[in-house]
């Protein structure tokens, strides 16, 4: 009976300790599966795969992309509970913006972009806030091993800002993040008018020679609001000019520009009319829809989340894979236009002078040393503060960034020839766009100032014969003219990127495919990266862009390097040495190519 009653009791022991050693294993991995930041959860560790690492100052770039990309999930996630929170209308949100990052916050530890990188988020997750009358800044405290390799570093907290007043996050207009200090943002444009292609009631009078009087008596007869000559002569300079520009600009000083009373004659009257005249070359329409192409972008949570690059110290390079395309932004290693290899050849020259005509240009510490600042001109209020009429106009600094960034500076983006000059024309604001007359003294006044590259981001749908008349002379006498082949996604022509003499620069994306919003075409002469173009946006902030406005300038660029090489390169040289070292995307479409352009040039001489 003992040895029975022992037996049994041994038995129920075994038997009772299994059950708790059962028990406790269901409750540690409960515990586990509900601890979102345990180390051993797959929502905050990624598999390390075999990707190699040659230097501590890759896996730094890495790290800190990754640092970036997390704050601006967090803040993404921080301005949800806040939107709830204003829901509610309580006193205060920060219950609100806390108990919503502990419930979401592990979604932004694991991207699988970090692809070759252990990412370990240990507790305690701590969140601290304080507020100004704008912004709520918070630092969100948690442990963070990120290791790949045998490289590993410490993240010991997070910190960003939300704004206070906003609207529901679906439809925020911008996302800000900070990366070392310098303020970024994804900001949609304004949207231009695009109501009609023309003023209605203008014209403009191209002359062969100088009109006679009984022309002057046919147009003093017709019913005129106002007359004007075409270019500002005065703004020219004419005199200042070396002799072959005065002779260029001179025969156009004779133009003019009409404005008549519609209720009385129409544009179709007033051609039959004056162009029966054997002094009038041409009678053409007033454009007016150009308005600048960039695209409106989405608000996009997981924007900032990518690999890193190997490259110079300006803080956004890492971001700039049209330069250096490692797959961020689940892009395509290699889909870039190889500029690390460029600059070995060449950083530009400052003899070489870019004229922007687009929005105004801001006084950016990364790009204002390469401004000419006494060349440039502000058309839109008649002078020479060229900085842009609206806080929302960036346009034109992001545009003028893309080309002169300062490389190497510890600051913002690397520019694609930053020793080369801007001359900075500012012809368009926000949603006004502009019009014939303005982009025509606009290029004669920055040819006749010594520009040998322009760059129009900008453009619309009508043709204008004076138009193409002038960018045809100009090309012919060694001007290169390049502008945006619009944002629609069809073949359907804009100019002035379609007219005769001007380079016509479609857009691709970080796959080396043609960017889904590009128009394309036989009329397109080169393509270059034009989404999620990171770049200046004011006076020390930088955001990202898509468009063909962003690939343009990017050509521009290029163009720059060449002329430096080759001051003598004209247009039609240019072109061909752009489209014969262009890489093929594999669907026959050219997609510029740096360093092979530049090599090309070398090889040649």
């Not at 370990?120 to 963070?144: C, G, H, Q, Y």
Request: net charge negative; glycine share 8%; with cysteine.
């Amino acid at each position: 009976m003992p040895k029975t009653g022992t037996r049994n009791s041994r038995s129920g022991q075994v038997t009772n300790f299994l059950i708790f050693g059962i028990f406790v294993l269901i409750a540690i991995s409960i515990l586990i599966w509900m601890n979102p930041y345990s180390s051993s959860n797959p929502a905050t560790q990624n598999k390390n795969l075999d990707v190699k690492l040659t230097n501590p100052q890759d896996f730094q770039s890495i790290v800190n992309s990754f640092q970036t990309s997390v704050e601006t999930c967090l803040r993404q996630y921080s301005r949800e509970g806040l939107y709830l929170c204003k829901k509610d209308n309580p006193k205060s949100c920060r219950t609100y913006i806390k108990n919503y990052l502990k419930l979401r916050g592990a979604d932004c530890f694991q991207e699988p972009s970090y692809q070759g990188m252990t990412v370990t988020a240990n507790p305690p997750f701590m969140i601290d806030f304080t507020e100004t009358l704008e912004r709520i800044n918070i630092k969100v405290s948690i442990n963070t091993i990120v290791s790949q390799g045998n490289f590993e570093a410490i993240i010991d907290s997070y910190t960003f800002s939300v704004l206070k007043e906003g609207d529901d996050p679906a439809v925020i207009p911008s996302e800000m993040f900070d990366i070392d200090g310098q303020e970024a943002s994804l900001a949609p444009p304004p949207q231009p008018d695009k109501t009609t292609p023309y003023s209605a009631d203008q014209a403009i009078i191209s002359y062969k020679m100088p009109p006679g009087q009984a022309l002057q008596d046919a147009i003093s007869a017709l019913p005129l609001k106002k007359k004007e000559k075409m270019f500002n002569s005065s703004q020219l300079k004419l005199a200042q000019l070396d002799d072959e520009a005065r002779i260029l600009l001179s025969g156009l000083l004779y133009d003019d520009i009409i404005t008549f009373d519609t209720t009385k004659i129409d544009f179709e009257t007033i051609h039959k009319k004056l162009s029966a005249f054997e002094e009038v070359k041409n009678v053409t329409r007033n454009a007016k829809d150009y308005s600048s192409h960039h695209m409106k972008l989405p608000l996009l949570r997981d924007m900032m989340r990518g690999r890193g690059a190997v490259g110079p110290n300006d803080p956004f390079f890492r971001f700039q894979w049209y330069l250096q395309n490692r797959g961020q932004f689940a892009g395509t290693p290699g889909a870039d236009i190889s500029m690390i290899n460029a600059w070995n050849i060449t950083h530009g020259s400052p003899n070489v002078t870019i004229a922007v005509i687009d929005e105004g240009i801001y006084s950016n510490p990364d790009i204002s040393l390469n401004i000419i600042r006494d060349k440039s001109y502000n058309f839109l209020a008649n002078n020479r503060n060229t900085n842009p009429m609206m806080r929302s106009d960036t346009h034109g600094t992001h545009v003028a960034g893309v080309i002169v960034s300062q490389v190497g500076n510890g600051r913002g983006i690397a520019g694609i020839c930053p020793k080369c000059k801007i001359i900075n024309m500012l012809v368009l604001s926000g949603e006004d766009g502009t019009d014939s007359r303005t982009i025509m003294n606009a290029v004669l006044l920055a040819v006749g100032n010594g520009a040998k590259i322009v760059t129009m981001s900008l453009g619309g749908t009508y043709k204008s014969d004076y138009e193409e008349y002038i960018f045809k002379t100009l090309s012919d006498r060694g001007i290169i003219f390049l502008a945006a082949a619009g944002n629609d996604g069809t073949v359907e022509k804009n100019y002035p990127a379609a007219y005769t003499g001007v380079i016509a620069v479609g857009a691709t994306d970080n796959t080396d495919r043609i960017a889904s919003f590009s128009n394309y075409g036989d009329w397109v002469n080169i393509y270059a990266p034009g989404d999620l173009i990171v770049s200046d946006c004011g006076t020390s902030s930088y955001c990202f862009k898509s468009g063909t406005s962003m690939a343009t300038p990017m050509v521009a660029g290029v163009v720059g390097l060449m002329k430096s090489l080759r001051p003598d390169m004209v247009p039609e040289e240019a072109l061909s040495l752009l489209q014969e070292s262009a890489d093929d995307n594999g669907e026959g479409i050219h997609r510029l190519n740096a360093e092979k352009t530049l090599k090309a040039i070398i090889e040649s001489r």
